[in-house]
């Protein structure tokens, strides 16, 4: 089992940027693929950004560019550097690791509001 704490967050304005950590606990080494999900109100719950255990990385085109995640594995942590923010944006954040073995059901942060004024 996998415990997962987001922090950051908050309130921006546009063109600023954020960094959102995410903290994990518990049995840290089935962890593998890690990522960041966003949903907006009205919205699906869609992919930002996931980073695999052997550090290849993969965005959403909506956010290529401008975010950047990344993973400090000596504290479990891992990281999405946001920059040049848009409203769009607006979300509540999720942290997600993939867990091993195969078909193990991920684990999930509580999610964390961004929120990018105009």
């Known amino acids: 089992q996998v415990q997962l704490v987001e922090s950051g967050g908050g309130l921006v304005q546009a063109g600023g940027s954020l960094r959102l950590s995410c903290a994990a606990s518990?049995?840290?080494?089935?962890?593998?693929?890690m990522g960041w999900y966003r949903q907006a109100p009205g919205k699906q719950r869609d992919l930002v950004a996931r980073?695999?255990?052997?550090?290849?990385?993969n965005y959403a085109d909506s956010v290529k560019g401008r975010f950047t995640i990344s993973r400090d594995n000596a504290k479990n942590t891992v990281y999405l550097q946001m920059n040049s923010l848009k409203p769009e944006d607006t979300a509540v954040y999720y942290c997600?690791?993939?867990?091993?073995?195969?078909?193990?059901?991920?684990?999930w942060g509580q999610g964390i509001q961004v929120t990018v004024s105009s």
């Open positions: 980073i695999t255990s052997g550090g290849t990385t």
């Open positions: 997600v690791a993939n867990l091993l073995p195969f078909g193990m059901s991920p684990s």
């Open positions: 518990g049995n840290i080494f089935s962890i593998n693929t």
